[in-house]
């Protein structure tokens, strides 16, 4: 066991630090305003969501 993390996986984890090179992804105009729409699509209709939910579960109380 290497690391003192419990698990030997250094060879399958070398990648990390190339992992998030942004500026050379592909298609990365797409990809990162895809992610932003989802991101704030998912974060306007949560709330909505819930809100209406706790409203319809008072009124039926």
Same mark, same amino acid.
């Not at 419990?6 to 998030?20: I, L, Q, T, V």
């Not at 797409?30 to 819930?50: E, H, Q, R």
């Given at each position: 066991m290497?690391?003192?993390?419990?698990?030997?996986?250094?060879?399958?984890?070398?990648?990390?630090?190339?992992?998030?090179? =942004?500026?050379?992804?592909?298609h990365? /105009? =797409?990809?990162?305003? =895809?992610?932003?729409?989802?991101?704030?699509? $998912?974060?306007?209709?949560?709330? $909505?969501?819930?809100? $209406?939910?706790?409203?319809? /579960?008072?009124?039926?109380?």
């Open positions: 290497g690391g003192g993390h419990g698990h030997d996986s250094e060879p399958f984890y070398m990648h990390a630090k190339h992992m998030y090179n =942004l500026d050379r992804m592909k990365q /105009k =797409l990809k990162m305003s =895809l992610g932003v729409w989802t991101c704030f699509a $998912i974060g306007a209709t949560v709330p $909505i969501f819930v809100v $209406i939910f706790q409203q319809k /579960k008072t009124a039926s109380a």
